[in-house]
């Protein structure tokens, strides 16, 4: 009795801490099972002392509870340890329960009928009286339905004895010493091996479960090292990704990676499990964002790396360990090295030389007599200073792209009055008229300026007429959004060079005249807005942007008044 009552605290003290590790997977079934376990024990315990049958009747009664419900909350921890967590919900769990159930309405009035036992006799063993069964066919179904599920949660265990992890190895065999030791006890009582003259040695190979578990938990961080990231990272990690992908667990450590992973973390698969993340994995544990990279020395030469971590959860939301995805971007370090080289000689060199160009051919101008000889400068003067505003032109697209967008809204009336004044002293000659139909103010981001005074020059450009006339109408779309068009009676926007713009891509036979209208294309999508171009050799053009807003006055009103 004394061991079967240690058995009990043992059983008892094992599933606090178990307990204690929830909603870690499987922690709260864990838990059952062996307060299960602790029940049958102590319950037993009581019994063997007891001789009047009668009186020793609703224990035996009451050992059934813990053995009708230990299997099914095996069940369901083996289920849930081992990822399989998507069959655990409520009506698969009712549906474990409906068997142990019925059995139980059997087991409680079992002196009524037959079905359980066909006969009950008290029989003397020494100090002891045990009790001598002739077990009916209710028995039968109530122990072969828990021999049913102890076997298929077993199973799962026993799967992982072949993974490659010896963490999981070891666990799985502490838990399978834990229900077999108490399985086979109850194969011993069942089949009527004499050993213990009807005493069942269930209760007593408790002690082992509850020593195992302890072992399991304590020891082998059971809860800390679940087998369910290396589960799920099969269905996550594929082979044949040409980026590097790593799956790691609550502890960091590394429970499986692809095979581009190799030659980043510099291990193989099968030697880099159970390896700290943190010391491993370059980007690990913060990953990398804001344009960072990581740089890595590989035996294919130095890579960069996005590193993007995500976290492994079970179909309950339970973290279960991170995925962390390399994306391999050296070419586009390379690609973007390369631009900033041409962009830095374009913007300087490039520029710094033709307006060299550009002042020779003034000085010659002023030397030669012969009207051809003036003209070829002129030429020359013209052609050096429009190279050289090309570069001007592409400072003020790199500047534009990378305006974050926190930077402070502007009034866009007040960046329109500006522009149009700047217009008029550069163009004399021209007309401009502005119709302004929003009845409150607007702010937009910062690009929308240069987007508009590109959109200006374009339409009292060189080849325009003597004195153009330039409309500007600006209209509210709607509450968040607002359109500026820019018409002139210039001659039309070509069909070709307004299919590069609208396509993205240049060819040698399609190309756009300058930089001017990309400048106006990449800023109207930087604000997150779009372009509509209307061409006739009649009317001229019309090309308006419509932008989002970022604040106005109206709509600050109606916060207000909802305030």
Same mark, same amino acid.
């Given at each position: 009795?004394?061991l079967l009552?240690?058995a009990?605290?043992?059983?008892?003290?094992?599933?606090?801490?178990?307990?204690?590790?929830r909603?870690?997977?499987?922690?709260i079934?864990?838990a059952l099972?062996?307060?299960?376990?602790?029940?049958w024990?102590?319950?037993?315990a009581?019994?063997?002392?007891i001789t009047?049958?009668?009186?020793?009747?609703?224990?035996?009664?009451?050992?059934?509870l813990?053995?009708?419900s230990?299997?099914v909350f095996w069940?369901?921890?083996s289920?849930?340890y081992?990822?399989?967590?998507?069959w655990?919900n409520p009506?698969?769990i009712?549906?474990?329960?409906?068997?142990p159930?019925v059995v139980?309405a059997l087991?409680?009035?079992?002196?009524?009928?037959?079905?359980?036992y066909?006969?009950?006799e008290l029989?003397?063993?020494g100090?002891?009286y045990?009790?001598?069964h002739?077990?009916?066919?209710a028995?039968?179904?109530?122990i072969g339905?828990s021999y049913?599920?102890t076997?298929?949660?077993?199973a799962l265990?026993?799967?992982?004895?072949?993974?490659?992890?010896?963490?999981h190895?070891?666990?799985?065999l502490?838990l399978?010493?834990?229900?077999?030791?108490?399985w086979?006890g109850?194969?011993?009582?069942?089949?009527?091996?004499?050993?213990?003259?009807?005493?069942?040695?269930?209760?007593?190979?408790?002690?082992v479960?509850?020593?195992?578990?302890?072992?399991a938990l304590e020891?082998?961080?059971?809860f800390?090292?679940?087998p369910?990231?290396d589960r799920?990272?099969?269905?996550?990690?594929?082979?044949?990704m040409?980026?590097?992908v790593?799956?790691?667990d609550?502890r960091?450590?590394?429970?499986?990676m692809?095979?581009?992973a190799t030659?980043v973390v510099?291990?193989?698969a099968?030697t880099?499990?159970g390896?700290?993340?943190?010391?491993t994995v370059p980007?690990?544990?913060e990953?990398?964002?804001?344009?960072e990279?990581?740089t890595?020395?590989?035996?294919?030469?130095v890579?960069?790396?996005d590193?993007?971590?995500s976290?492994?959860?079970d179909?309950?939301?339970?973290?279960l360990g991170?995925?962390?995805t390399?994306?391999?971007v050296?070419k586009?370090?390379h690609d973007?090295q390369?631009?900033?080289?041409?962009?830095?000689v374009?913007?300087h060199?490039?520029?710094?030389e033709?307006?060299?160009?550009?002042g020779c051919?003034?000085?010659l101008q002023?030397r030669l007599d &012969?009207?051809? @000889?003036?003209? #070829?400068?002129?030429?020359?003067? +013209?052609?050096?200073n429009? !190279?050289?505003a /090309?570069?001007d =032109?592409?400072?003020?697209?790199?500047?534009?792209?990378?305006?974050?967008?926190?930077?402070p809204?502007i009034?866009?009336r &007040?960046a329109? @009055?500006?522009? #149009?004044?700047?217009?008029?002293? +550069?163009n004399?000659?021209? !007309?401009?008229? /502005?119709q302004? =139909?929003?009845?409150?103010?607007?702010?937009?981001?910062?690009p929308?300026?240069?987007?508009?005074?590109?959109l200006?020059?374009?339409a009292?450009s060189?080849?325009?007429?003597?004195n153009p006339?330039?409309r500007l109408?600006?209209?509210a779309d709607?509450?968040?959004y607002?359109?500026?068009t820019?018409?002139?009676?210039?001659?039309p926007?070509?069909?070709a060079e307004?299919?590069?713009l609208?396509?993205?891509?240049?060819?040698p036979?399609?190309?756009?005249?300058?930089?001017?209208?990309?400048?106006v294309?990449?800023?109207?999508?930087?604000?997150g807005?779009?372009?509509?171009?209307e061409?006739?050799s009649?009317?001229?053009?019309a090309?308006?942007?419509h932008v989002?807003?970022?604040?106005?006055a109206?709509?600050?009103?109606?916060?207000a008044?909802?305030d």
């Open positions: 009795m004394s009552l240690f009990a605290v043992i059983a008892a003290v094992v599933a606090v801490f178990a307990y204690r590790q909603p870690k997977p499987g922690a079934w864990l099972l062996l307060a299960g376990v602790a029940w024990a102590a319950v037993y009581v019994e063997l002392p009047p049958l009668p009186v020793r009747r609703p224990f035996m009664k009451l050992q059934w813990g053995s009708l230990i299997p069940l369901l921890f289920l849930e081992t990822g399989r967590d998507r655990v009506i698969s009712a549906g474990l329960f409906v068997v159930t139980a087991v409680f009035t079992f002196e009524h009928h037959t079905l359980l066909r006969s009950v029989v003397q063993n100090d002891l045990a009790v001598e002739v077990f009916g066919p028995f039968y179904v109530g339905y049913l599920l076997l298929v949660g077993s265990f026993v799967s992982l004895l072949a993974g490659r992890s010896s963490t190895r070891k666990q799985s502490a399978l010493v834990a229900i077999v030791a108490p086979l109850n194969l011993v009582y069942i089949f009527d091996v004499s050993l213990l003259a009807d005493v069942d040695p269930t209760p007593m190979a408790f002690l479960t509850g020593v195992a578990s302890f072992v020891q082998l961080d059971l800390d090292a679940v369910v990231p799920i990272a099969r269905d996550i990690v594929i082979d044949g040409y980026d590097p790593v799956v790691v609550n960091d450590r590394i429970v499986d692809n095979t581009a030659t510099g291990f193989s099968q880099a499990l390896r700290d993340a943190n010391e980007g690990f544990p990953g990398t964002a804001d344009g990279t990581v890595v020395d590989s035996p294919e030469g890579r960069h790396f590193v993007a971590i976290a492994v959860e179909a309950h939301g339970r973290p991170q995925v962390v390399m994306r391999d050296t586009r370090e973007e390369r631009l900033n080289v041409l962009n830095r374009l913007r060199n490039l520029r710094n033709m307006q060299v160009v550009a051919a003034e000085e002023s &012969d009207e051809a @000889d003036v003209a #070829l400068a002129t030429t020359i003067a +013209e052609s050096a429009e !190279v050289s /090309l570069g =032109t592409a400072r003020e697209i790199e500047d534009l792209l990378e305006t974050p967008e926190s930077t809204a009034g866009l &007040d329109i @009055d500006r522009l #149009l004044d700047d217009a008029e002293t +550069e004399p000659g021209a !007309v401009f008229t /502005l302004w =139909t929003p009845d409150h103010a607007i702010r937009c981001r910062r929308i300026e240069p987007v508009l005074r590109h200006l020059e374009a009292t060189s080849n325009r007429p003597p006339h330039v109408f600006v209209a709607t509450e968040d607002v359109s500026i820019v018409a002139d009676d210039g001659p926007i070509s069909d307004r299919a590069v609208e396509t993205g891509a240049e060819t036979l399609d190309h756009a005249s300058g930089l001017d209208l990309w400048l294309l990449w800023g109207t999508r930087a604000m807005g779009t372009l509509d171009f061409s006739h009649d009317t001229g053009n090309v308006t942007v989002p807003v970022v604040e106005s109206q709509s600050a009103d109606q916060q008044s909802a």
